[in-house]
């Protein structure tokens, strides 16, 4: 019996022995649980180490073109994040207890609207004083020659204030030329009707041209409104808004598209003008609904192909409708995709870059500033998803309110490869000859800082940034025309 029981433990330490002998790494449970996570780790560096490279090179007509480190380095400065203290919330205007009994209760108005105000003790510091002007010819120190201020009274080279509001830029290559177009709002303003909006009447659009983006000549109003024939749409006490010039290859004509409407803003309509020249005149042709439904804030984009769209507002501000110009970009088309479906934006400003298409948005909510919004889009039809505020730096207020201004248009530099110039709107509603423009630097890359509407959390696009600067100018790379 001994004997057994000692063959019987020869034989288990012979098995332990044999399992002691067993690959080091078997493929059980564990095992391939580590397997697995090594993988997705290596996929996921895989995939930024991807994106990295992504954002060194940018994609243009399908060739890949470097982008150089000296075009980082001349944005830097941009791109520097400058804080400002935060401003103080006024108090809300106190309520007559009577009058809420007698008429209910009303939709409080936006707080920022209270900074717009004259009262407000902050309105001297977001419209600072005609003193303080820049311009060719404002007589200031020579040292601020060339950089924007923005908020501040920006003078002509004839050292009047420009007068182009809600406007857009063209770049006319024949004539290495930049041509502002915008409301001319030197007017009184009024109020059509006591709870109506603050408006000015039609003097017409304004142009102005240059070669530096900075010094700008008046070239006169190029489309005038009209004084004396009341059924006219441009009649003095009617609507033009956000005028938008591109240029037609083909027909050798400047296209003007803008906002037509009616003193009570129920028209909602599109205008279409002509000119053979990019300083005019223009001559109005014909207003229409766009596809048929109300159109109020909307811009033109031409891109690369030379295909122009309309971009608009549509059903009270509740969707944007988009859709592509005929070829002599007088008229629509029959296509028409509803985007930012039930989102209440309008100020539309569409820009691309590196094949990829983005906009920038503003609530509704009147005169009062809100808060931005980028969009991004692989296809100028859509679909377009939300990729957050585009506002860096300032402070809290400025960020929740575009700086206080409203979008309009937004510039490519041209040898600045994802470098743009932001243009924006201050509203003075008290004063609307005295609104301001906010001119900022506009950059696209590096990662979304918001997860995208479609993407699972993975964010597709590159961010778009909005930089807050008390005064800055153009870096020495980009190309000046002169």
């Known amino acids: 019996m001994a ?31 580590f397997s697995v996570s090594f993988a997705v780790w290596i996929c996921v560096f895989l995939v930024l180490f991807i994106y990295f490279i992504s954002q060194i090179t940018e994609k243009t007509d399908g060739k890949l073109i470097r982008v150089h480190p000296n075009h980082l380095s001349v944005t830097h ?7 400002e203290p935060n401003f103080r919330l006024p108090p809300p205007h106190k309520r007559n207890p009577r009058a809420v009994k007698r008429r209910g209760f009303k939709k409080k108005p936006p707080a920022y609207s209270e900074f717009l105000d ?69 007017a009184a303003t009024y109020h059509a009707q006591p709870k109506g909006t603050a408006r000015v009447d039609i003097i017409g659009v304004s142009c102005y041209s240059s070669k530096n983006l900075w010094s700008w000549k008046y070239e006169g109003i190029v489309l005038r409104g009209e004084q004396q024939n009341v059924t006219h749409d441009l009649y003095k006490t009617n609507v033009l808004e956000r005028p938008k010039v591109i240029y037609n290859s083909k027909t050798n004509q400047y296209v003007m598209w803008m906002h037509i409407d009616d003193g009570n803003y129920t028209k909602a309509s599109v205008g279409v003008a002509i000119s053979k020249s990019p300083t005019g005149p223009f001559t109005y042709l014909y207003s229409m609904r766009p596809h048929g439904s109300d159109s109020r804030d909307m811009t033109l984009f031409k891109d690369d192909d030379g295909r122009a769209y309309l971009i608009y507002s549509a ?21 028409m ?42 296809s100028i039809m859509g679909p377009w998803e939300n990729v957050g505020n585009p506002c860096v730096g300032g402070n809290r207020v400025l960020r929740l309110t575009t700086f206080f201004s409203q979008s309009t248009f937004v510039l490519p530099l041209p040898g600045l490869p994802g470098s743009f110039i932001f243009m924006a709107d201050r509203w003075n509603p008290s004063n609307l000859r005295d609104s301001r423009y906010v001119w900022l630097p506009l950059k696209v890359g590096s990662l979304a800082d918001e997860p995208m509407d479609y993407s699972f959390g993975f964010p597709l696009w590159s961010r778009v940034s909005i930089f807050w600067h008390k005064r800055w100018r153009l870096p020495e790379g980009w190309k000046n025309v002169n």
């Open 118 to 186: 004259e009262s407000s003790e902050l309105h001297s510091v977001l419209f600072p004083d005609r003193r303080l002007a820049v311009g060719p010819n404002a007589g200031n120190d020579s040292s601020s020659t060339g950089y924007f201020y923005p908020g501040h009274v920006w003078l002509d080279t004839d050292g009047n204030p420009i007068q182009a509001h809600g406007g857009g830029i063209l770049f006319d290559d024949r004539r290495k030329t930049y041509y502002w177009y915008g409301e001319n709002k030197d």
């Open 77 to 83: 400065e941009l791109e520097d994040i400058e804080e």
């Open 315 to 335: 059903r009270d501000n509740v969707d944007f409708h988009i859709g592509p110009l005929t070829e002599d970009y007088l008229g629509l088309t029959g296509v």
């Open 337 to 378: 995709k509803k985007i930012l479906v039930r989102q209440h934006r309008e100020a539309p400003a569409v820009f691309k870059h590196g094949g990829t298409y983005y906009m920038i948005t503003s609530g509704c909510s009147g005169w009062a500033p809100n808060r931005a919004m980028a969009h991004a889009a692989a």
């Open 3 to 33: 004997r057994l029981f000692s063959e019987v433990n020869k034989g288990r330490v012979r098995m332990r022995h044999k399992r002691r002998k067993s690959p080091p790494f078997p493929f059980n449970n564990a095992g391939a649980r």
